[in-house]
């Protein structure tokens, strides 16, 4: 009897490529869309994230449509094909060049796992995959980019494979604006840049203020909100969630207001302050959030926008691609720039990240912000929300991969340094002296931190799924807590 190895592949879809060979073809982006047209749309995938990792199912009918490689799998009818494209959905956006023709998009499969069989013959790989279903029909026209808007997956339907249930949302404005900041060259060669409709808006007002209100409560049920900010905050999220909420004296929510916003947009990574937002909705669009009002602004001299928060009655603070800072103190009306953090080079904007890249920290304290770059050793500036000058903290040599700096109790820290191979620092300083301390986590690999007492002397660190470190002596000693037991239960 031949001997038989199985493993179970957990594999990207970089790697997929070697498993599915031809019948599964890498999707290049050329500069020019040719004689071709091009497939948009993108996923909201709150409830599936793993979606994102999927890439696009797509059949045609050979007998209609040149098929190329006629090797894969054919189901349904002799002539029909189905294939799969690597790396056609980016970021949650499909963006994948197809010959003219008649399609169905079946789908969305990823690879879970697979196996190998060692015979006399050779070795033979057998992978198994989830598809989860959309069955949506449309069609590919030379020089043109059909879309197929924004597909949303049920979040109130049992989860079950056979029981998913997409609609599907108008997504004009936010993919625009995502292809001609990530995609510019494809999609500037398009005979046209307005896009022919491959979808019908099928879920209602009713239903997609329903969805709305699902996400806003589930974000709200997470703990981020209830440490940093007052009882009256905006809460953000996918799907144009933006929405007014009061909070309990015992962690009740209630949410008083759902903002009437673009409806697929992404504003997960809005900075809020209170009860006002500012949201980066293009490089250089922001949306602001002041007195239960939605405002609108463009500012060309800051872009590309980055990052972006509210504060005070009336401030705006927004970081560019270089880490220049655009700060207004009246809403929008005036703006002063701080070039004291300037890049010699700006961030490179990745083809596979969302337009809202996020790179900077930006962290409110009681009187003025700190803003650093994340997964850095530095610089963190500070200025105060007055008005007054920014300046650069002096930081110990021991300090790399912020991501977090918090007040409390008087002091300022900067979170745990997540280091791969030797044990972990937690740093703080008094803010009355300006002096640092530097405390050895007796563990590495750890990413975030919460303190939770006014005094600062309870903090807690989540050091992996592994153990959360824990002291109540503000460093002295350490003890261990499983995850399940701690404040970090459920993230």
Same mark, same amino acid.
């Given at each position: 009897?031949?001997?038989?190895?199985?493993?179970?592949?957990?594999?990207?879809?970089?790697?997929?490529?070697?498993?599915?060979?031809?019948?599964?073809?890498?999707?290049?982006?050329?500069?020019?869309?040719?004689?071709?047209?091009?497939?948009?749309?993108?996923?909201?995938?709150?409830?599936? #994230?793993?979606?994102?990792?999927?890439?696009?199912?797509?059949?045609?009918?050979?007998?209609?449509?040149?098929?190329?490689?006629?090797?894969?799998?054919?189901?349904?009818?002799?002539?029909?094909?189905?294939?799969?494209?690597?790396?056609?959905?980016?970021?949650?956006?499909?963006?994948?060049?197809?010959?003219?023709?008649?399609?169905?998009?079946?789908?969305?499969?990823?690879?879970?796992?697979?196996?190998?069989?060692?015979?006399?013959?050779?070795?033979?790989?057998?992978?198994?995959?989830?598809?989860?279903?959309?069955?949506?029909?449309?069609?590919?026209?030379?020089?043109?980019?059909?879309?197929?808007?924004?597909?949303?997956?049920? #979040?109130?339907?049992?989860?079950?494979?056979?029981?998913? %249930?997409?609609?599907?949302?108008?997504?004009?404005?936010?993919?625009?604006?995502?292809?001609?900041?990530?995609?510019?060259?494809?999609?500037?060669?398009?005979?046209?840049?307005?896009?022919?409709?491959?979808?019908?808006?099928?879920?209602?007002?009713?239903?997609?203020?329903?969805?709305?209100?699902?996400?806003?409560?589930?974000?709200?049920?997470?703990?981020?909100?209830?440490?940093?900010?007052?009882?009256?905050?905006?809460?953000?999220?996918?799907?144009?969630?933006?929405?007014?909420?009061?909070?309990?004296?015992?962690?009740?929510?209630?949410?008083?207001?759902?903002?009437?916003?673009?409806?697929?947009?992404?504003?997960?990574?809005?900075?809020?302050?209170?009860?006002?937002?500012?949201?980066?909705?293009?490089?250089?669009?922001?949306?602001?959030?002041?007195?239960?009002?939605?405002?609108?602004?463009?500012? #060309?001299?800051?872009?590309?926008?980055?990052?972006?928060?509210?504060?005070?009655?009336?401030?705006?603070?927004?970081?560019?691609?270089?880490?220049?800072?655009?700060?207004?103190?009246?809403?929008?009306?005036?703006?002063?720039?701080?070039?004291?953090?300037?890049?010699?080079?700006?961030?490179?904007?990745?083809?596979?990240?969302?337009?809202?890249?996020?790179?900077?920290?930006?962290?409110?304290?009681?009187?003025?912000?700190?803003?650093?770059?994340?997964?850095?050793?530095?610089?963190?500036?500070?200025?105060?929300?007055?008005?007054?000058?920014?300046?650069?903290?002096?930081?110990?040599?021991?300090?790399?991969?912020?991501?977090?700096? %918090? %007040?409390?109790?008087?002091?300022?820290?900067?979170?745990?340094?997540?280091?791969?191979?030797?044990?972990?620092?937690?740093?703080?300083?008094?803010?009355?002296?300006?002096?640092?301390?530097?405390?050895?986590?007796?563990?590495?690999?750890?990413?975030?931190?919460?303190?939770?007492?006014?005094?600062?002397?309870?903090?807690?660190?989540?050091?992996?799924?592994?153990?959360?470190?824990?002291?109540?002596?503000?460093?002295?000693?350490?003890?261990?807590?499983?995850?399940?037991?701690?404040?970090?239960?459920?993230?």
């Amino acid at each position: 009897m031949p001997r038989i190895r199985k493993s179970l592949l957990q594999i990207i879809p970089a790697i997929y490529l070697l498993l599915t060979g031809c019948s599964a073809p890498l999707v290049l982006l050329p500069d020019d869309v040719g004689n071709d047209g091009l497939l948009v749309g993108q996923v909201s995938s709150i409830t599936w #994230p793993e979606i994102s990792l999927s890439d696009p199912l797509i059949s045609f009918d050979v007998g209609k449509l040149d098929a190329g490689d006629e090797s894969v799998t054919k189901s349904g009818s002799p002539n029909v094909v189905k294939k799969k494209y690597i790396g056609g959905l980016r970021a949650n956006t499909i963006v994948l060049p197809l010959a003219p023709g008649e399609y169905t998009l079946e789908g969305f499969q990823r690879l879970v796992g697979g196996e190998s069989f060692s015979t006399p013959a050779g070795t033979y790989s057998r992978n198994s995959y989830i598809t989860y279903p959309v069955k949506k029909k449309f069609t590919i026209h030379s020089g043109r980019a059909t879309n197929l808007g924004m597909i949303v997956i049920d #979040p109130f339907m049992q989860k079950s494979k056979k029981k998913l %249930e997409p609609f599907f949302l108008d997504n004009t404005y936010e993919l625009t604006t995502f292809l001609e900041d990530r995609h510019s060259k494809i999609f500037n060669s398009l005979e046209s840049k307005d896009f022919i409709n491959g979808y019908k808006v099928s879920l209602s007002a009713e239903k997609l203020n329903r969805l709305r209100r699902y996400v806003t409560e589930k974000t709200v049920s997470g703990k981020r909100w209830r440490y940093h900010h007052p009882n009256d905050v905006i809460v953000t999220g996918k799907n144009g969630t933006l929405a007014r909420i009061v909070m309990g004296s015992e962690g009740s929510a209630q949410i008083k207001k759902l903002f009437d916003a673009y409806s697929v947009a992404d504003y997960s990574n809005c900075g809020v302050s209170g009860s006002r937002a500012v949201c980066v909705v293009s490089p250089e669009i922001i949306l602001l959030i002041d007195d239960d009002q939605i405002k609108w602004r463009t500012l #060309p001299d800051a872009k590309p926008i980055n990052t972006a928060t509210a504060f005070g009655e009336k401030g705006i603070l927004l970081i560019d691609d270089s880490r220049r800072l655009h700060i207004s103190y009246d809403n929008g009306s005036t703006w002063t720039q701080y070039t004291g953090m300037q890049k010699k080079e700006p961030i490179e904007r990745s083809k596979y990240e969302p337009i809202d890249v996020n790179s900077f920290g930006i962290y409110l304290g009681e009187s003025g912000y700190y803003v650093f770059e994340k997964n850095s050793d530095g610089p963190i500036v500070y200025a105060d929300y007055s008005g007054g000058k920014h300046h650069s903290m002096n930081l110990p040599d021991t300090v790399e991969n912020i991501m977090q700096v %918090e %007040e409390k109790g008087d002091r300022l820290f900067i979170g745990p340094s997540k280091t791969d191979i030797f044990d972990d620092k937690l740093h703080y300083m008094s803010l009355s002296s300006q002096q640092w301390k530097v405390i050895e986590v007796p563990t590495n690999l750890c990413s975030k931190m919460v303190i939770l007492d006014e005094e600062a002397n309870h903090i807690e660190l989540f050091c992996g799924e592994r153990d959360v470190q824990v002291t109540r002596n503000q460093g002295a000693t350490w003890s261990k807590k499983f995850v399940s037991a701690s404040y970090f239960n459920g993230y």
